[in-house]
């Protein structure tokens, strides 16, 4: 046993430097379409997104991040690109002032998360998964995930919400203690994404839960989980909505 | 009121109940039982307690029998004790009985089993204060039958009832025949078979006969007692003993046996050498094992409080070992303490069972079944059959303020003082005894963990068709007053112990008073007898709290060794209870008034794992419960595989598995069935002779006649 | 057994009966048959000539049922559909289950979806459509079924019952899920048992069920693209590969040199990573804390080469039929295998660990185990049925986008335990780099795209996915909108055997058994 001891040992620190610094390695992020002006372009741009994410006013294009399902056919494939944003930061909360009250200082160094899967395509939960890995190590900021929600402060949900999950996904909600939080992971749990909307699934998980706190992305990489969970319990701050791109400005 | 004066009311309410319940009409025959049978109770926890108060010896000689003995009654402290155990589970049973009989369809049964049950009375107090061997074995045959009696003639009787019935009369004779061998053995060197001259002619015994009347005697009453090998007939008769009968099977006939062996081999004829005693310490401990084992693995409520009745009498007769071994090694102290824990805990059984019999019994008649994988969630329709159960049950699982947690405590505490022995055997064999007893706490636990918690907790199993209502005043009443006795029991041993303590000094020669010290705090004058210092320390450690509030009795018990080491151990109920007491409150107001000030509570449904419905099926049974236990000790069970078969369509279509096992208890694998097949093997051979040809019987005549013409001239 | 054989063979045998006909170009051999041979010949084929089952494809006409029972053999034998049609009022056809019993889900999910009955199937219903959640007769993937309109009315049945079969007294159902442990898709599962050892395991499926089947007919061939890549992410290039395979099989297309080395490039990229998360989740599963972050390091690492190599880290947005969306430089995909040889190395020496790691060994091998004979009559597919001995490899047996050009081996196992499919997934993982590294050698510089005319038709394509064979039917219709489109999944195929690893085991054994399958209930759900 003593080889996985020295092993670990070993292989050093791996953990990444957010929240306190930027993580700047090479793959850690799909990133987002950022929009901005693209001339006689956009109408063959907004043509091109199939999940209506994309909307042009003379020329500026605006981005629904919610809805962009990472096809990169605004990118790929077209003259004119559209602008690409390799950030991170993708937390945004849906407005309604008192959030920040909502969880209370008890809560900032140890939240329960419950993750939900309501009809995920399994990568938003393989990167919620990596979350545990070495490189993310979410235990050093204090989230710990729980399988009960007898125990959980925050309800992690991925994907558009399943007919056969929608049962669930209340009884799980219903069965959590206040305070609570519920955090939208990926494009599907926002929006439905490529299943929205039809006979089993819903335009995401607002249509069944009030949600607090939204992670665009498809999937968000961990980075952006981990931020969505800190701006949840209030130690970051939300991604102002202009540039998640939600409004022109 | 004297002592005559009070049997005289015992034995007059028991004859006027038989004479009444002759003449009144059946539906009234619950009446007077109740009335009469818990008069008889009064009277005899009235007789009981004086005997203990007093400590005097009552004898009273009845009838002369020229040439053999003397009939007489004789009621010492040990009697008392034992008297007053009766009495105590007499009354509620009588009422519970009572009630038990107004729901019976049979007029002829009614009468017939309120003669019988008052009969039994009778004959349990006459076993106790039968001054002489006669009375003695006369009143126990006389037992046995209505015992058989009473179990066979209960209508609506189930599968097996009359062979079960008969296994109770075959095992308890050739136990009463075994006991009576051994009173014989013990008047060898006696003037008459009174008690006195039996016991002032035991010195004169040799150790090859002492030997004998302890074997023949421990196993002949043990088999009233339920003690292991000779166990075997006490499941299946509690099982199939009536509703209104199993209870003073249980708490008061059961506790016969333990009264035989007692009076036989503690105080006729005190076991001399060390080993008898481990011995009976060995058996006691293996009794407890087994008992417990089986209990814990049982589905059936009754079958599982007969195999923890066994288990209970297997921690008594442990501690009767103990105090065996502590005599014939001179600890005339220790040996005090061993009987007086054993005592302790025969009482306490006596209580909670007949308790848990009672809740078994209400939960029988309301549910018509006693299977726990069939029942679940009963607190919501029984509710306050559920408390008095929930009561029984911690108590039996020797949890504090409850009274099996005293006695098992102080069992085990008397075996870790085999550090005073000065054998190393007989230290190997305490340790692991205690260890073995320790085990056997444990799983009690477990056990009634399950039994609870798959009968009143949890989803319902019963089909929905059947209505399950509280049951009815009369059981609940009787359930309450032993459901308090329990409770009164545990929290104030140090009342308990001094009323015990004559009957165990009788057997012991010593005080148990002395090293346990109840007095300790009741008064300035009882430091006296401890050294000062001792006394201040445990005034420092508060132990002195509530003496003002509380009068009386200090409410802690403790064993006192020597000077140099004055605690050996010391604990208290009563202030557990108050503290107990104390935190719930305080947690009780934190919550109300503190918590809930500013937060909201809100009840949810249970968390299910997100299931549309969770269904009972999809529920812990209580085979599931326990079967951790039946795979652990796997090699005493040795269950035989009775099908094991899986059903396939289409080669992969599995459509069903079906699993089956069936076990043989241990003992009935080793002695009942390798004893019976001798028999019948014997009896065979026997009737080989029978071949039912004319020729045969004449030779047979034909060879009689020679032999006896061969024979005769000799004369 | 070749071709020509098979269509002497099955003209012989039921003559009249069967009509046999061959198209080279796809290697198929499409058999129409009657009702009433069906089972014979499906007898013949899976039993006798030892074919695998791909899979049951069922379409509605305007008035005509007709099924589709796919099989496929070695590279020469190719592929067999065999064909029976119906007139859409008569919906009850034989049950093949008695001898192909890898068609058992597969007419279950028929019946629950279609309405079609099969005569003979032991137990339908309850599947796709749980009856406590939804009546029975509704019949989703027919023609009329509204796929956008929410389900309004709905009378669940609400006496449901689980199925138990084990008869024990004191037997109960231990429910695990749907929400359940830590970080885990959501699934049902019914653990039969008397306390301690689980004697049997029943899994509840379909509660990710999303309908792709159902949403992606009448669409675009590029917004069905989007569905095949995102329905089981974890695997999206495979999928969206055998999507853009049937679509190009349908139009005819022909495809650049550089596009087909860099999808087998992507692939096998893929696989890796994937093998990595399947180790990542045995190691978890066997709590060996060290073990499991080395190897949850390697799979991020993984998925960094990948965002690092295509921009996404799941290799999302890569595909579209008749290439790739978008050119990747050789030069980064030179980086690309110098990372994964690296990772390859740290691999192996994981590998090296937990072979001597004996506290591991116990808990995974003799676990779960599945024979030989089982996994083929339950067709199985990937590492869980090249751990039991049947060596089944696509890439081998019906090679695609030029495998045949590559030098590899197929690893395999015989014990069919735990620890065999671990040393599968090693091994495998060795292979794939291998792969790698020949595909980097051969790109060339050019296209990566050319433009498909779509056809109306309808193909098979068919790719080695990381956890197994899965196979995309693909219908066109003349608007080049996609009409049919039915998609078997190895998690599908070898969920359905789960229940054999799962039974009589020590309930703690449950997670590994379970993690050694690494099976996908996204994949399964669809």
Known sequence: MSQWVIKGIGTGIKTTAYPRGAERAAGVTPGLPRGGDVGAAAPALVERCLTHALEHTNGVISVDSRRCVHCYRCVRGVGQPLNWEATYEWGSTIATPGLKNELGQPFRRSIHVLVVDAGDCGACLNEVKQLNNPYYNMHRLGFFITPTPRHADVLLVVGPVTDQMRFALRKVHEAMSTPKRVVAVGACALSGGVFAKSFVCSNGVADVLPVDVEVPGHPPPPLAILHGLLVAVGRKQPLPLAAAGYEPT | MSTPTLLLVFFAACGAGILLSLVVRPARQGFVLAGLGCLAAVAAVAVGIEGLLTGAVFTQPLWSLPGLTTLMLRLDPLSSAFVVVTGLVLFPASIYAAGELSRDSAPRHKRAFTVMLLALYASIVLILIAGDALLFLLAWEVMSILCYLLVVSAPGGENGQVGSAYLLLAMGEAGTLAAAVGFLLLALGASSLQFDALKSGASALGASVRGAVFLLTFFGFGVKAGLVPVNSWLPRAYAAAPRAFAPVLAGATLNLGLYGILRVNADLLPVAQAGLGQVALIIGTVSALLGILYATTDNDLKTMLAHSSIENVGIVVAGYGAGMVFVATNHPALAAMAFLAALYHLINHSLFKTLLFFGVGAVETQTGTRDM???????????????????????????????????????????????????????????????????????????????????????????????????????????????????????????????????????????????????????????????????????????????????????????????????????????????????????????????????????????????????????????????????????????????????????????????????????DRLVLQPVSFAMLWFAHSLAAMHRGRINTYVTYAFLALLIALAVLPAY | MNPADLKEQIEGRWPGKTQVGRDVSSSTTEVTCTRAVLADLCRCIFQHWGFGFAGLIVEEDSNAWQLRYVFYGERDAGWVHIVVSAPVADNVFPSVVEWIHAADWHEREAEDLFGVRFDGHPHLGDFVLHNDAWQEDVQPMRHGFDAQAALRHRLPDADWRPRRIVQEPGAFVMPVGPKFSGVTESVHFLLETVGEDVIRSSTRLFYKWRAIEKLAEGKTVDEVLLLAERFAATTAFAHGLAFCQAVERVSGAELPARARALRVFLAEIERLRQHAGAIQGICESTALVVANSQAGLLEEELLRVSGELSGHRYLFGLLTPGGLLCDLPTNACRIALTQSQDILKRLNELERRLSISSSFLDRIEDVGVVRLSAATDYSLVGPVARASGLVRDLRRAQPYSGYETFDYHVPSEQEGDGYARLRVLFAEARQSVRIIEQATAVLKEGDVCKTVEFRPGAALGWVEAPRGGTFHWVRLDEGGRVARYRVVTPSFINWHSFHLAAEKFAFQDFPIILSTFDLSVAENDR
């Open chain 2, 373 to 667: 994988d069939r029942l679940g969630g009963l607190i919501k329709w029984m509710p306050l059959t559920a408390l008095g159960f929930l009561a029984g049950s911690l108590s039996i699982a020797a949890l504090p303020p409850f009274n099996g947690f005293v006695s098992e405590w102080l069992t085990l505490q008397v075996m870790l003082r085999s550090a005073e022995l000065s054998s190393a055997g007989a230290k190997i064999v305490f340790a692991s005894c205690g260890a073995v007893l320790a085990l056997t706490a444990a799983l009690a636990v477990t056990c009634f963990v399950k039994v609870f918690a798959m009968s009143f907790l949890g989803m319902r199993r019963l089909d929905v068709e059947r209505r399950v209502n509280e049951t009815e005043p009369s059981a609940l009443a009787s359930m309450a007053i032993l459901a308090v006795l329990c409770l009164a029991f545990g929290v104030l041993p140090t009342y308990v112990i001094p009323m015990l303590d004559p009957a165990s000094r009788q057997l012991a020669g010593a005080s148990a008073s002395d090293g346990l010290v109840p007095p300790f705090f009741a008064s300035a004058p009882a430091h006296d007898a401890l050294p000062v210092a001792f006394a201040a320390e445990f005034h420092d450690l508060g132990a002195q709290v509530g003496q003002h509030i509380v009068g009386g009795r200090g409410l802690v018990v403790l064993h006192r060794g020597g000077v140099d080491n004055p605690v050996i151990f010391a604990m208290s109920t009563s202030y557990m209870l108050l503290t107990l007491i104390g935190l719930l409150l305080l947690t009780y107001i934190v919550i109300r008034l503190w918590l809930t000030r500013t937060r909201r509570l809100a009840r949810r449904e249970r968390w299910d794992g997100g299931v549309r419905r969770l269904l009972p099926e999809m529920t812990y049974t209580a085979t599931g419960f326990s079967n951790p236990v039946r795979v652990i000790f796997d090699a005493i069970f040795r269950p035989t595989t009775v099908e094991d078969t899986s059903e396939t369509v289409a080669e992969h279509f599995r459509m069903a598995i079906r699993r089956e096992k069936e076990r043989v208890h241990l003992v």
